[in-house]
Every structure is written in structure tokens, then in C-alpha cells.
């Protein structure tokens, strides 16, 4: 669903469609680069990045201007709109962060929640919108503050027949998600379903005290949902699907302690 979550609209500075992710409790000892490599048979580019203050403080995470040669000098985080951003912050530990450390913490804060690149122009920044898909994995929370979707993990072993793909599988699924974002778009929704979508969301508030914007997550997730089947209205059924998924979810967050006030 994130793969294929894209941003079909504007209301006022958010952006309507898409939505970060968060995947918490990633098991030790299980390499994060094969989730990446996984994703980069998908789709045609991804990028993963380690997450510590050591890398926070000695790579360049935001493009700087270089006023001598009038021209921006390139980041890690200028990336093409569409990418799936990964941050790996299962090896982040004790560490101090200088102040670039902190600066470059700041720029993927802003990427992940506002889908705007930090460019330092030395006294002032601009930053400039940037779409991309972001995943962020990590042992608890993770660090960046307002990610939409959090989902505590719940490992288990693989059979050995799972983890091979039939070759026109990965075709197949390659074709779809070059096919529904190619042209985003929003979803068509009747009354009904919006009526029963302001009852689900009152529920909830009302047993998980989760926030307002919860209510733009579930919209953007509905969406996507729709896409994953290439559906361009949402029915019951699809609601109904996504609604299995929340609860699942808000109960391992309220498990692990991670729900928001």
C-alpha cells in the first residue's frame, strides 16, 4: 500500500494521498538491506540510509549552495519524486550530535512529515516540496516526531518456499505499480461509506484517544487500499478491509505502549 500511496491533491500545506510509515520492533540480527533489495525488484528506486549520529554528523543529508561556483552541491536526501526513502535507525545508540548532526536530523524530520527538502543556503534554508515514499525502521518509536502509520512488527520465521518469487509474479506486480501511479487520483466514495467512516472514527477516538489527523491517514490508506486492486471507488468491502487492519494495528501500539496522547 505505501508503494503505491501517492499525492493526488493539496489542502492548504498537506498533502493528500500519501503517508510515512513506520515499522517498530524490527528483530535483531535480520539485515534491513534485504528488505531494500526486496523493494528495489518493485520498483525503480529505492534508498536506504543508516540512521545514528555518527552518520547524522559526518554525511551531507541537505544540498548546500555553493555561492563560488553558483550552484547547489547534491545530498543523499536530493532525491528523484517518487523513491522509497528508507532510514535505518536500528544501529542509532548513545551518541552526541553536533550541530550539523542536529541540522540533518531537522531536514529528514521535515522530508518525512512534510515532503519538503531543507536546502542550506548558509544563513537561511529553502526548502523545496519533494515527494518521495518514506519507511523508517526501527527497535522502538521511531525518532521522527508525527509519523502517520506506526506498526509495531510481530516476526516469524519464513518456510523456505517463501522466499522465492515466480519470475512473472514480480512482472506482474512491477506492471501494477507502474500502472496506478502513473496518473494519482483520488477515489470515489459514497455516503454510506462516509457514514459509517465518521462512526469507525468516533469509536476509535473514543477507545484508542488517537489524534484528529488520524481521520487524513485513514483516507490516504483507504485509497491506497483501493489502488492495491486497482479500484478507483471505495466500497464497503475495502473499508471494511482497511478497518481490520487499524485494529490490528492500534492494539499492538496500545500492547507496546506506543499509542499517542
Known amino acids: 500500500m505505501l508503494l503505491v500511496a501517492r499525492s493526488f491533491a493539496k489542502h492548504g500545506e498537506k498533502s493528500l494521498g500519501t503517508w510515512s510509515l513506520n515499522m517498530s520492533g524490527w528483530p535483531q540480527g535480520l539485515d534491513v538491506n534485504a528488505l531494500a533489495e526486496a523493494c528495489g525488484e518493485l520498483i525503480p528506486r529505492a534508498a536506504l540510509f543508516e540512521v545514528t549520529s555518527n552518520t547524522l554528523n559526518s554525511q551531507r543529508w541537505k544540498p548546500c549552495k555553493d555561492f563560488v561556483a553558483n550552484r547547489l552541491v547534491a545530498s543523499q536526501l536530493q532525491l528523484a519524486a517518487g523513491t522509497l ?69 510481530r516476526a516469524a520465521a519464513a518456510t523456505p518456499a ?49 489524534k484528529p489527523e488520524l481521520a487524513n491517514t485513514w483516507m490516504s490508506l483507504a485509497c491506497a487500499r483501493c489502488l492495491t486492486f ?32
Open 162 to 210: 517463501g522466499n522465492t518469487v515466480a519470475p512473472a509474479a514480480l512482472n506482474l506486480a512491477r506492471w501494477l505499480l507502474a500502472l496506478v501511479t502513473r496518473s494519482p487520483r483520488a477515489v470515489r466514495i459514497s455516503e454510506e461509506v462516509m457514514h459509517v467512516f465518521s462512526d469507525n472514527f468516533a469509536a476509535v477516538r473514543q477507545e484508542f484517544q488517537v
Open 85 to 153: 526513502l528508507m532510514l535505518d535507525e536500528t544501529k542509532m545508540g548513545e551518541g552526541q550530535l553536533t550541530a550539523d548532526g542536529v541540522k540533518a536530523f531537522q531536514a529528514i524530520q521535515m522530508l518525512v512529515t512534510e515532503n519538503k527538502l531543507a536546502c542550506d543556503f548558509s544563513s537561511y534554508d529553502v526548502n523545496l516540496p519533494l515527494e518521495v515514499s518514506c519507511l523508517l525502521l526501527s527497535q522502538r518509536r521511531s525518532l521522527v516526531k508525527d509519523v502517520d502509520v506506526l506498526v509495531p512488527l
Open 230 to 261: 486497482g479500484e478507483d471507488e471505495l466500497s464497503m468491502q475495502r473499508w471494511r478491509e482497511v478497518m481490520e487492519l487499524e485494529s490490528v494495528r492500534l492494539g499492538r501500539c496500545r500492547e507496546d505502549g506506543m499509542l499517542e496522547a
